[in-house]
């Protein structure tokens, strides 16, 4: 069982940028597909952006598309999520996990909160 630490969230004004890291420790990590979650108030868990295991291929939400980048380090078990332009919309806990289930148990995320 991976334990996933997120961070780099924090107060942006509307149209500034975030970085987001998530560090994966406790077991082997490039081999698997990674992808970014969100979680705002009052609302379900949702898809942001997933990167495949090279790193070579990724997919992103209709709302963050060209906006948001997702990357990974495969030597150093992370992957980051780029976020430019970001609009009040984009206020959430984000969360790193595998792409696909079963997934690790959830980290604590990082909160991202826009203003207008």
């Known amino acids: 069982q991976a334990q996933l630490i997120e961070s780099g969230g924090g107060l942006v004004q509307a149209g500034g940028s975030l970085r987001l890291t998530c560090v994966a420790s406790g077991r082997a990590f490039s081999s698997d597909d990674w992808a970014w979650f969100r979680q705002a108030p009052g609302k379900e868990r949702e898809f942001v952006a997933t990167?495949?295991?090279?790193?070579?291929?990724?997919t992103y939400a209709d709302p963050v598309k060209g906006r948001f980048t997702i990357s990974r380090d495969n030597t150093s078990n992370r992957v980051y999520l780029q976020m430019d332009d970001l609009q009040p919309e984009d206020t959430a806990v984000y969360y790193c996990?595998?792409?696909?289930?079963?997934?690790?148990?959830w980290g604590r995320g990082t909160q991202v909160t826009v203003s207008a």
């Open positions: 996990n595998l792409a696909t289930k079963p997934q690790f148990r």
């Open positions: 990167i495949n295991w090279t790193g070579q291929r990724t």
